[in-house]
RNA sequence: GCCCCCGUAGCUCAGCUGGAUAGAGCACCGGACUUCUAAUCCGACGGUCGCAGGUUCGAAUCCUGCCGGGGGUGCCA
């Protein structure tokens, strides 16, 4: 009942089969019109009366032609040959103002569903696959992750995995704030405190994270409140002492500038305490990366401060070229339709960020082969990049060796908001420490899993605990898009119910069950990726049309920077699987058969389920 | 001032290149566990898609204006 016809033995997605069929209808009905403009509008149907799927052609076509959209539906139906693929169509398939409802074939079905099964899931990689330089994580010396690093990190992330999965050659960058005054002025306060008997071994990021914020505070001179003293007129003792710590910051500032200098001609004291600053900080940015299942690590550094001999003949070739000017004492770069110039050289001689990335630029485009680069940074950023984006295709920084202009894309997103709508911070009113925010949703979801599941203990549980705490938080963060701000809540991300990572992973833990359950009561399953599909039940059908979505999904969601599209996808495709659980039982079924059918659905099913939660950087339990 | 982003159910959010009666989850109400993990499923309730025009067979989606919220805006990153 499930041979192959050679018709529709291949098809991976029957609405690129019927997007051919109604190709040819439409030509036939209309000879004029060159085949390569003719759109189809195949998409899905919305609802099951409506069909399997449907074709909005006529509207468009009727319009074009001036015709009446229904007869020339009509035309088209009669015209249209949908042998081996879908059920005949007629003039009762016309609904509405012309759309055409077409009913696939059961077999054409189950064929699409065969095809699918393949280890590659019917992703296809392409021929000549483009590289894509995706920057993302960009953490910054001496300072923890906050939740600010989160969502670069977690959407940047699944955005390459995305472009792996599709085949692309993906080049990771984190762009580690590693160079600068800041850095300058925690490297001083080090090199002072180690004078001071401070042992660089025992040095945490924690304490790190304090010394940057101190030392900023000392560098910072409080002339404002000097100001106010003045105007309102203070105590003449709070004065003195705010004149004393102006004085003091002036010099801590002056150091902490006589430092940068040192550290950037290479001074060998002040480059080995930063070199140290650099392992304690990245040591533990990593280990959360790596808890966040995040493929961040060591060679995907490209800190700012690998650019320092690349800054100035970025300079130089833009004022031998004329792409920048002058301009009261600073060198700017003009572009068309952006009114902000871009600094590149202030006017005491210093680079800026522009400057940074416009050397990253040249480098990710020239040196890494990127065809595309892909920034997940925050949206205030925006005319940062914009500025610098524009500035590099003046420069010819994104030409690519084949003459083409490599495609530079912001993934911009969000903030994360507290549930009180404003950004999200501690109780202290400080950024929230992110590796803290971690161990919270750990605990949580330990607390929950033993509630759940008391027979899980020890060791597993905690294991278990962690995969769930980052499967909520990171599905909470993927799952919305890119672009808007989201509010962050532990009680809705890991709830026992909805829309969450926990339940897509428990979706997944009945599927293995189901595989566990059979093996202990002796139902064989080899074979069982060769057993022909019946799709009789509506739940199954609807599942299987839902597989058959995947490669699409996952393209479309890839290319366009947007895993939100891949999590919804997974939660419709759990969901459904969890409809389909309810209604068809699978072990417990006399029919052989049915049963070897409804087990090959669990093990696609949970195959697609696992492929996209991979992709979206998502760990998977076993139980839960 | 100028520029960018957002505004969809009480709450949190989907809605792919314009397509049928705008969809989920949460909350609330009613059902389903001797049955493959009920962190589940099924049903009910719930919306002038910020407002007003425009484009057209058709607009949450495209265009213009306005209102509300957020962000950015020449020498920090």
Same mark, same amino acid.
């Given at each position: @009942?499930?041979? !192959?016809?050679?018709?529709?033995?291949? %098809?991976?997605?029957?609405?690129?089969?019927?997007?051919?069929?109604?190709?040819?209808?439409?030509?036939?009905?209309?000879?004029?019109?060159?085949?390569?403009?003719?759109?189809?509008?195949?998409?899905?149907?919305?609802?099951?009366?409506?069909?399997?799927?449907?074709?909005?052609?006529?509207?468009?076509?009727?319009?074009?032609? !001036?015709?009446?959209?229904?007869?020339?539906?009509?035309?088209?139906?009669?015209? %249209?040959?949908?042998?081996?693929?879908?059920?005949?169509?007629?003039?009762?398939?016309?609904?509405?103002?012309?759309?055409?409802?077409?009913?696939?074939?059961?077999?054409?079905?189950?064929?699409?569903?065969?095809?699918?099964?393949?280890?590659?899931?019917?992703?296809?990689?392409?021929?000549?696959?483009?590289?894509?330089?995706?920057? &993302?994580?960009?953490?910054?010396?001496?300072?923890?992750?906050?939740?600010?690093?989160?969502?670069?990190?977690?959407?940047?992330?699944?955005?390459?995995?995305?472009? #792996?999965?599709? /085949?692309?050659?993906?080049?990771? !960058?984190?762009?580690?704030?590693?160079?600068?005054?800041?850095?300058?002025?925690?490297?001083?306060?080090?090199?002072?405190?180690?004078?001071?008997?401070?042992?660089?071994?025992?040095?945490?990021?924690?304490?790190?994270?304090?010394?940057?914020?101190?030392?900023?505070?000392?560098? *910072?001179?409080?002339?404002?409140?000097?100001?106010?003293?003045? *105007?309102?007129?203070?105590?003449?003792?709070? @004065?003195?002492?705010?004149?004393?710590?102006?004085?003091?910051?002036?010099?801590?500032?002056?150091?902490?500038?006589?430092?940068?200098?040192?550290?950037?001609?290479?001074?060998?004291?002040?480059?080995?305490?930063?070199?140290?600053?650099?392992?304690?900080?990245?040591?533990?940015?990593?280990?959360?990366?790596?808890?966040?299942?995040?493929?961040?690590?060591?060679?995907?550094?490209?800190?700012?401060?690998?650019?320092?001999? #690349?800054?100035?003949?970025?300079?130089?070739?833009?004022?031998?070229?004329?792409?920048? #000017?002058?301009?009261?004492?600073?060198?700017?770069?003009?572009?068309?339709?952006?009114?902000?110039?871009?600094?590149?050289?202030?006017?005491?001689?210093?680079?800026?960020?522009?400057?940074?990335?416009?050397?990253?630029?040249?480098?990710?485009?020239?040196?890494?082969?990127?065809?595309?680069?892909?920034?997940?940074?925050?949206?205030?950023?925006?005319?940062?990049?914009?500025?610098?984006?524009?500035?590099?295709?003046?420069?010819?920084?994104?030409?690519?060796?084949?003459?083409?202009?490599?495609?530079?894309?912001?993934?911009?997103?969000?903030?994360?908001?507290?549930?009180?709508?404003?950004?999200?911070?501690?109780?202290?009113?400080?950024?929230?420490?992110?590796?803290?925010?971690?161990?919270?949703?750990?605990?949580?979801?330990?607390?929950?899993?033993?509630?759940?599941?008391?027979?899980?203990?020890?060791?597993?549980?905690?294991? %278990?605990?962690?995969?769930?705490?980052?499967?909520?938080?990171?599905?909470?963060?993927?799952?919305?898009?890119?672009?808007?701000?989201?509010?962050?809540?532990?009680?809705?991300?890991?709830?026992?119910?909805?829309?969450?990572?926990?339940? &897509?992973?428990?979706?997944?833990?009945?599927?293995?069950?189901?595989?566990?359950?059979?093996?202990?009561?002796?139902?064989?399953?080899?074979?069982?990726?060769?057993?022909?599909?019946?799709?009789?039940?509506?739940?199954?059908?609807?599942?299987?049309?839902?597989?058959?979505?995947?490669?699409?999904?996952? #393209? /479309?969601?890839?290319?366009?920077?947007?895993?939100?599209?891949?999590?919804?996808?997974?939660?419709?495709?759990?969901?459904?699987?969890?409809?389909?659980?309810?209604?068809?039982?699978?072990?417990?079924?006399?029919?052989?058969?049915?049963?070897?059918?409804?087990?090959?659905?669990? !093990?696609?099913?949970?195959?697609? &389920?696992?492929?996209?939660?991979?992709?979206?950087?998502?760990?998977?339990?076993?139980?839960?």
């Amino acid at each position: @009942m499930n041979t !192959q016809t050679p018709e529709s033995a291949g %098809i991976v997605d029957p609405s690129a089969v019927l997007d051919e069929r109604f190709k040819d209808a439409i030509s036939s009905v209309l000879p004029d019109l060159p085949r390569e403009q003719i759109q189809t509008h195949i998409t899905p149907s919305r609802q099951p009366k409506f069909g399997d799927f449907q074709s909005n052609c006529a509207m468009p076509l009727a319009k074009r032609f !001036q015709m009446q959209p229904r007869e020339l539906a009509a035309k088209i139906a009669s015209a %249209i040959d949908v042998s081996g693929i879908a059920e005949p169509i007629d003039e009762s398939s016309i609904a509405g103002p012309g759309f055409i409802n077409i009913t696939l074939l059961p077999s054409a079905i189950s064929d699409a569903l065969g095809t699918l099964d393949t280890p590659e899931l019917g992703i296809i990689a392409p021929d000549a696959p483009p590289t894509v330089v995706v920057d &993302l994580c960009g953490v910054n010396l001496a300072k923890q992750m906050h939740v600010g690093h989160l969502r670069s990190t977690v959407i940047g992330d699944a955005i390459a995995r995305l472009y #792996e999965r599709l /085949g692309y050659k993906v080049v990771r !960058q984190s762009h580690v704030g590693d160079w600068g005054l800041p850095i300058a002025m925690v490297v001083q306060k080090l090199i002072e405190m180690e004078a001071d008997g401070l042992d660089l071994n025992l040095v945490t990021l924690s304490q790190l994270n304090g010394m940057y914020k101190k030392a900023q505070a000392q560098c *910072k001179p409080e002339t404002r409140a000097v100001q106010i003293l003045e *105007k309102v007129g203070g105590h003449p003792k709070a @004065m003195a002492e705010l004149e004393l710590r102006i004085e003091n910051a002036s010099e801590h500032l002056e150091r902490a500038k006589a430092r940068l200098v040192a550290l950037q001609s290479g001074d060998e004291e002040s480059v080995r305490v930063w070199q140290r600053i650099y392992d304690i900080t990245m040591g533990a940015c990593l280990h959360t990366c790596q808890r966040l299942h995040a493929n961040v690590t060591d060679e995907h550094s490209a800190g700012e401060s690998t650019y320092r001999d #690349e800054l100035g003949s970025v300079v130089q070739d833009l004022i031998d070229r004329n792409i920048a #000017e002058e301009d009261d004492g600073a060198l700017i770069v003009k572009c068309d339709g952006i009114k902000e110039p871009t600094i590149i050289r202030k006017r005491d001689g210093g680079y800026l960020y522009a400057t940074t990335d416009m050397a990253a630029i040249r480098r990710r485009v020239q040196k890494l082969g990127g065809d595309i680069l892909v920034y997940c940074v925050d949206s205030r950023q925006s005319l940062h990049f914009k500025q610098v984006f524009a500035a590099a295709h003046k420069a010819g920084y994104t030409a690519t060796s084949d003459g083409h202009s490599a495609n530079l894309v912001h993934a911009m997103f969000g903030s994360v908001m507290g549930e009180d709508g404003k950004p999200l911070k501690s109780r202290s009113g400080e950024n929230l420490n992110l590796s803290d925010l971690l161990d919270e949703a750990v605990s949580r979801a330990a607390a929950t899993l033993s509630e759940r599941n008391p027979d899980i203990g020890g060791d597993e549980r905690h294991q %278990i605990a962690e995969s769930i705490a980052m499967a909520a938080v990171k599905y909470a963060d993927l799952s919305i898009e890119r672009i808007k701000d989201y509010v962050f809540s532990f009680d809705r991300m890991l709830a026992f119910e909805g829309d969450t990572g926990p339940y &897509l992973l428990y979706a997944l833990v009945r599927i293995r069950s189901i595989f566990r359950k059979a093996e202990e009561s002796g139902i064989d399953t080899s074979g069982i990726e060769s057993a022909p599909f019946d799709l009789r039940d509506p739940a199954e059908k609807a599942l299987a049309l839902k597989l058959l979505r995947y490669p699409g999904t996952v #393209e /479309g969601a890839g290319l366009n920077h947007e895993p939100n599209r891949l999590c919804a996808f997974a939660y419709e495709l759990a969901s459904s699987f969890s409809s389909f659980f309810d209604q068809c039982p699978v072990l417990k079924n006399d029919d052989d058969a049915l049963r070897r059918s409804r087990l090959r659905l669990c !093990q696609l099913t949970g195959r697609v &389920l696992e492929d996209a939660l991979h992709t979206l950087g998502i760990p998977t339990v076993e139980r839960m």
